[in-house]
Nanobody, 122 residues
Framework: QVQLVESGGGLVQAGGSLRLSCVPSGSIFNIRAMNWYRQPPGKQRELVAGITIGTTSDSTRYADSVKGRFTISRDNAKDAVYLQMNSLKPEDTAVYYC?????????????WGQGTQVTVSS
């Protein structure tokens, strides 16, 4: 079974940057969407950024709290998804999870990464 391997988390000071990576251990067919979620301590998981794969072009969306600071991107050849995080704030502290949704079976598949901790100090 394909697993999503995340990397890039860590401890950074406020105003700093991190780049999260999410690379599948194998090929995923018919990818429809690639997302980054996060779960702050004691709170529910929330969508941070997402890419919807279109027939001619992709569309992206961001949570209001990260617009202008975070950028989601993907690498077609690797089925990988990245999250560039700039101007980090203490409130960005959370466990970040990548998610890939694919129409690769009758009911589709949702793949999840193991989570990577991002801690922003003030």
């Amino acid at each position: 079974q394909v697993q999503l391997v995340e990397s890039g988390g860590g401890l950074v000071q406020a105003g700093g940057s991190l780049r999260l990576s999410c690379v599948p251990s194998g090929s995923i067919f018919n990818i429809r969407a690639m997302n980054w979620y996060r779960q702050p301590p004691g709170k529910q998981r929330e969508l941070v950024a997402g890419i919807t794969i279109g027939t001619t072009s992709d569309s992206t969306r961001y949570a209001d709290s990260v617009k202008g600071r975070f950028t989601i991107s993907r690498d077609n050849a690797k089925d990988a998804v990245y999250l560039q995080m700039n101007s980090l704030k203490p409130e960005d502290t959370a466990v970040y999870y990548c998610n890939i949704n694919a129409a690769d079976s009758d009911y589709g598949s949702a793949y999840w990464g193991q989570g990577t901790q991002v801690t922003v100090s003030s």
